[in-house]
């Protein structure tokens, strides 16, 4: 494994072949896709910290979708990457989503995970709320939200590992880097499904509080030839709460 930083961005690179770009969602960094890499191992993983998230820095004043964007297309092409896989959880399904109408050539395919086309008007409005507790009080209340009500009933009582990963993810963030990001994520706005040509795989757990599944259906529809598969018990943190059907579904699809 290797660490590469373009424009300030981090990303772990790992593995040969064709590449799969990974994308984290609001709270996550690359590690929200460490349990796939053994299903991936075929292939020539990137896993970026977006801007403000994990290790890579706070961007100089609040981040546009079109920023996150930016700095992922920056990251492949140091690698030297045209064409690749994108998978994306929650935030990073819209950032899936703008390269893929904008770049269609460079998206072999897409696997978005907890997916939403854009944040609904009560959502926007739930996170410039957050961001101000997070300056505020910093990541703890939220971080224990996020457990309370983002996770399943099942994997708050039976996958004890994932609370504690996605709890400590939430708590590793730099509260104003969380704030921004939060900011961003309320000011994005969806991409045309209509300009989407790459197969699409959409992945939502049944208990998905976050972004039900109703929302991942509506996104489905949008996008010409998209499947979705409900994973049982599944809440909005697929990749930590169900890693094995997730595992089998993205390398799968990506073969």
């Known amino acids: 494994m290797s660490t590469v930083t373009a424009n300030g961005i981090v990303a772990e690179v790992e593995g040969d072949g064709f590449p799969v770009v990974m994308i984290h969602g609001l709270g996550g960094t690359s590690n929200t896709f460490q349990p796939q890499m053994e299903a991936l191992r075929r292939h020539r993983v990137v896993r970026i910290d977006l801007p403000g998230s994990g290790r890579s820095p706070l961007p100089n004043g609040t981040p546009r979708l079109a920023d ?112 921004r990001t939060c900011e961003a994520l309320a000011g994005a706005e969806a991409a045309n499904p209509r300009l989407i040509t790459a197969p699409t795989l959409l992945l939502t757990g049944d208990a998905d509080a976050v972004n039900p599944p109703s929302v991942a259906r509506a996104l489905a529809d949008a996008i010409k030839g998209a499947r979705l598969v409900t994973l049982d018990r599944g809440g909005h943190w697929l990749t930590l709460e169900k890693p094995i059907e997730c595992n089998r579904r993205i390398a799968e699809f990506v073969k």
């Open 68 to 179: 996150f964007a930016a700095a992922v297309i920056g990251i492949a092409r140091l690698l030297g990457i045209t064409e690749a896989h994108y998978v994306g959880h929650s935030l990073g399904t819209i950032v899936c989503q703008a390269i893929a109408a904008e770049m269609p050539s460079a998206v072999r395919s897409m696997v978005l995970l907890g997916a939403l086309a854009e944040p609904a008007e009560a959502t926007r409005t739930g996170l410039k709320a957050r961001a101000e507790l997070a300056r505020r009080e910093g990541m703890a209340p939220i971080a224990d939200q996020i457990v309370a009500h983002a996770l399943s009933a099942a994997t708050r009582s039976e996958n004890l590992p994932a609370v504690a990963f996605v709890r400590e993810s939430l708590m590793r963030q730099s509260p104003e880097g969380y704030a």
